[in-house]
């Protein structure tokens, strides 16, 4: 399994956004390996990207955006956040440096190893670099 990054999402929906055709190609390839997946912080944080104005597009409504969501609610797992993804972000916390926004994408991480997942797909490697140790982060 596959847990997808917000900024994959964003692009692979988004036609004039950069990596547009990277994260589409990206998710067709990996999801015809294994099983992709999700949690509601994903969904959240792409409710909020996609209904405010980007570079390379104006902002969508909110009901386009909730539409967007639950398409990806059939195409992915879900993963849920809860005691055992709270727990992991404590363990986190105590192993490695983090803090301020930084502690959302500790979550991300969190998330995933309380789901024994440990391939994260994003484009933004560098925000999850300091957790290489315990997760793959796989870059379209």
Known sequence: MT????????????????FHVRARAALGTLAAEAPL?????ILR??????TRPQPWGKALSLSEA??????FLQRFSL???GPMVWDALLD?????????????DANI???????????????NDADFRRFASVIDIVVP
């Open 66 to 71: 909730t539409a967007d969501t639950a398409f």
């Open 45 to 50: 944080e792409y409710l909020s990207v996609m």
């Open 92 to 104: 986190l916390c105590r192993r490695f440096t983090f803090g301020g926004r930084q502690v959302h």
């Open 109 to 123: 991480v969190a998330t995933m190893l309380a789901h024994d997942e440990r391939r994260l797909l994003t484009f």
């Open 79 to 81: 993963l849920e956040d």
């Open 3 to 18: 847990f997808v990054d917000t900024n994959i999402l964003v692009y692979s929906t988004a036609a004039a956004a950069p």
């Open 37 to 41: 997946s999700l949690s509601r912080q």
